[in-house]
């Protein structure tokens, strides 16, 4: 399976405001975290990261890329989904860019509150470089964004 962070959004779900702001916010944290050596890309870790109006996109860089990390505007469950909800994860496997994963998941939630959910299959503990990034970005520490418990 692999390291693996998810987060749901009920079906349907679109804030332009909200995911206006996280774009915003997601381009500070890709900033910060090219200031202290990580790498960050496209979604196939070649190019820039990807922002639109409809979504953003990245990954860690070259040999640091593992699996894109994508936030779309609206929420749309999958096909074969059996709940009302959007469900999304990325496999980072620990690689650097993991701390900008878990710093935008970490963002999310607080400019979402209610309408995401975050899960990871890590603890908070093993999230502190994610943590630290976030404090580097908003000059305050980072609250925890789960709302149950690590999936396993």
Do not use: C
Request: proline share 3%; charged share 30%.
């Amino acid at each position: 399976m692999g390291y693996t962070h998810y987060w749901e959004r009920p079906d349907g779900h679109e804030d332009r405001d909200a995911f206006r702001r996280l774009g915003t916010d997601a381009k500070k944290i890709i900033a910060a975290a090219r200031e202290i050596g990580i790498a960050i890309g496209d979604a196939y870790g070649e190019d820039e990261p990807v922002f639109s109006e409809q979504h953003f996109a990245l990954n860690g860089a070259g040999e640091h890329a593992y699996e894109t990390f994508w936030w779309d505007s609206k929420a749309t469950k999958a096909a074969w989904a059996t709940t009302d909800t959007a469900f999304a994860f990325t496999k980072t496997a620990r690689l650097p860019y993991d701390a900008v994963v878990t710093a935008i998941l970490i963002r999310a939630k607080e400019i979402y509150g209610d309408a995401v959910e975050v899960m990871s299959d890590g603890l908070w503990e093993e999230w502190q470089a994610g943590r630290d990034l976030y404090a580097r970005v908003f000059g305050r520490e980072a609250s925890e964004p789960f709302s149950r418990e690590p999936a396993q």
